[in-house]
């Protein structure tokens, strides 16, 4: 028998700023391989060591091939192989039966971003506005970030990750770019070449820091007080952008006036840099007009997350970054494609406005809420090690009122607790398009291989799943082809000719964006310094308390704070299944070990009020004293143990709704 081997271009799904185009190596009908395309203009032939083992995970054994239903107690894992026929009599039925006895809000949907392909995340969204569900207030990553950035920039996007090539001073805030931004590095290396200068401002020293020129050990939720200081200095030495601030700008007297009246002192002890060191970061700033700020979305993750990329938005126009000129920008989000979201999700089908529900106070929703949940249908997601507060979560999953509908493409551990497992393709499997929010390219990709067992895409199971329970609207008559189209016409930078197979097989467009040198600023479309529209919003960037770090009563009990920032191996919790037996690591400064009695390689317990989480400490001076740092989220190791977000709070951050991940006080002791 001859073996056939053929190559076929896709794009990467995963929640990542790089979205890159792959091609996959396909060997008698299997993905054998992953590898960058050399001809896309950001990935540029690499792909990270994530992706690399993703052909793994297809016929892996924790992959899902068939319907099943739950036969062992919530969470044990234990299923019985159904027939799809049966399946979707069983779903049908219950929701069926869930709208008449309990009424539509009765169901949760559950989803987020495990896959980016964008006709395959919003696929639920028309069947539950039919059904008149709950909302899911999607808030766990960006809502944070975006918020902030909308407060300052409004619609505007950030500044092409390649004019960073010619920046004299890059700066990376808070975010770790060789680890979450790894095709980001190359122009930041290019630059470096070229003379740049790297500064890393983060609390830990992470793997980009440890390159770096010069890393900024910063109190985690400091960045603001620190962005803050900068900008006083800057101002009480006349060095900032006077023609910027008068024609593109609003408010800038207002925060200038409070700068002027607080002392440096206060933004030294906020953000743990001391005042003659924000000194010299003036200075710095001051003396390199090509500054590109590469703003993490991590540094959003705590009560003052908003407030700081309020505060480094300001300092950036205040510099003159947002200007258009070489070398000079701000990365937080691309913006590089518009497009009408409506088109996928479809509200017209609601008939009321329904309950909303923030995503990251599930734990309180299925425990709480009334009228209570009683089913809950998740998809590109996996709550139980993503949700804040994960014993919360872990104690409604298991109610036994409460049915729940998981559709997935391995063994999660939120499957596990599934009373009705569906198995779900992967993006090696489907057909979608794809905008990145790190670069200016979108691409499509078409299915490369046909799905495995009995695996059905997102976009398939909310249409056959629309049409069973009777519903007659176009929304579920839609191809996927006719859906993908309707959005893709809606998208003002792609050209009016724009014909979807041309960008089958490795096609991309560029946005116009990306070669715009002029600042998206005008006296009409103002950066604001000052929110004038918002009441909700504080005035202007301003010091303020953590509320989890600086909480005194927390603060006593639980002496150490915890961040949670990515590894490299995994993407949130995906690939959590390739590594069952690993814990993960905590980073401990060795003061911190030795006052404990913790040793390099020893187990320990973080607990807090909310819950208990067993690692391995790495005892390093990459972190501060009274610092703890959990790099990502592994799967629990056993039945009974939950993950890093059983310590982490439902309380939201100070814009958006979003989660405040980094900003848990905890206790650490040696394991028995
Ligand atoms: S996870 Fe990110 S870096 Fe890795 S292949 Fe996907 S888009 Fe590229």
């Known amino acids: 028998m001859t073996t056939s081997i053929r190559k076929k271009k ?131 990553c960006s809502a944070t970030a975006a918020g902030g950035w909308r407060a300052i920039c409004g619609n505007a996007g950030g500044t092409p990750p390649a004019r960073a090539v010619e920046a004299d001073l890059i ?53 603001g007080a620190l962005a803050l200081g900068i900008l006083k200095i800057l101002l009480a030495e006349q060095r900032f952008d006077r023609r910027f601030i008068a024609e593109q700008s609003v408010g800038f007297e207002e925060l200038a006036a409070y700068l002027g009246h607080t002392e440096l002192e ?71 494609f518009g497009g009408d979201t409506a088109k996928l999700t479809m509200p017209e089908l609601a008939r009321e406005q329904p309950r909303e529900i923030n995503m990251i106070h599930l734990g309180e929703a299925l425990n709480s809420l009334d009228p209570p949940i009683k089913m809950m249908l998740v998809y590109n997601a996996n709550p139980f090690s993503v949700a804040p507060d994960g014993s919360m979560v872990r104690k409604g999953l298991s109610r036994e009122d409460l049915f729940t509908v998981v559709h997935e493409q391995v063994m999660t551990p939120t499957a596990r607790y599934a009373d009705l497992l569906l198995p779900a393709t992967t993006f090696l499997e489907n057909r979608d398009i794809y905008k990145s929010y790190g670069h200016f390219f979108l691409g499509i990709a078409d299915r490369v291989v046909e799905p495995m067992g009995e695996t059905i895409s997102n976009f398939d199971l909310f249409q056959t799943l629309g049409q069973k329970l009777g519903f007659a609207d176009m929304a579920f008559q839609q191809s996927l082809d006719q859906r993908l189209q309707s959005y893709a016409v809606t998208i003002p930078e792609l050209d009016d000719d724009f014909e979807l197979d041309r960008l089958l097989d490795g096609g991309y467009v560029e946005s116009p964006r990306a070669h715009m040198m002029d600042s998206p600023f005008d006296r009409k479309r103002p950066f604001r310094f000052i929110s004038e529209d918002d009441p909700t919003l504080p005035r202007y960037p301003h010091l303020c308390d953590g509320a989890e770090f600086d909480h005194p009563d927390l603060s006593a009990r639980f002496p150490f704070k915890l961040i949670t920032p990515p590894d ?42 909310r819950g208990r989480l067993k690692r391995r400490a790495r005892i390093s001076d990459d972190t501060q004293p009274g610092l703890l740092v959990a790099e990502g989220i592994y799967w629990p190791l056993a039945d009974e143990d939950g993950g890093v977000n059983d310590l982490t709070s439902q309380q939201c951050s100070d814009i958006g709704g979003g989660a405040i991940f980094h900003e848990a006080r905890v206790e650490i002791v040696p394991a028995d």
């Open 171 to 223: 700066v990376a805030w808070g975010i770790n770019i060789r680890v979450s931004n790894t095709h980001f590095w190359p122009q930041v290396r290019a630059a470096v070449k070229r003379g740049a200068k790297l500064l890393v401002i983060d609390p830990y020293r992470n793997d980009t820091a440890r390159v770096a020129d010069e890393h900024v050990w910063i109190k985690p939720g400091g960045d």
């Open 266 to 336: 206060a933004f030294a002890y906020q953000s743990g840099v001391a005042a003659d060191d924000i000194a010299r970061l003036a200075r710095l700033f001051g003396d390199h007009p090509r500054t590109f700020i590469r703003v993490g979305v991590g540094l959003t993750r705590n009560s003052r997350g908003g407030m700081a990329v309020r505060a480094i938005g300001s300092l950036a126009a205040a510099c003159g970054l947002f200007s258009g000129g070489a070398g000079r920008g701000v990365l937080l989000f691309s913006g590089a």
């Open 10 to 140: 896709t794009i990467c799904p995963l929640d990542c700023p790089d979205s890159c185009a792959l091609i996959a190596t396909v060997k008698d009908k299997q993905v054998v391989s992953l590898s960058g395309d050399p001809d896309h203009p950001y990935t540029r032939g690499m792909i990270c060591r994530k992706m690399n083992r993703y052909p793994e995970r297809l016929d892996s054994p924790a992959r899902l091939l068939y319907p099943q239903i739950r036969v062992g107690r919530k969470g044990a894992g234990e299923f019985r192989r159904i027939s799809w026929d049966e399946a979707w009599q069983r779903l049908t039925e219950k929701i069926s039966r869930t709208v008449t006895e309990f009424g539509g809000q009765s169901i949760l949907p559950y989803c987020y971003a495990g896959n980016m392909g964008l006709v395959n995340r919003y696929a639920g969204f028309p069947l539950f506005h039919k059904l008149g569900a709950s909302r899911l207030h999607q808030t766990i």
């Open 568 to 609: 490299d191996k995994l993407l949130n919790s995906t690939f959590g299944e390739m590594y069952p037996d690993e814990s993960g690591r905590v980073l401990i400064h060795p003061e911190d070990g030795a006052r404990r009695g913790i040793g390099d390689g020893d187990f320990v317990y973080l607990h807090n009020f």
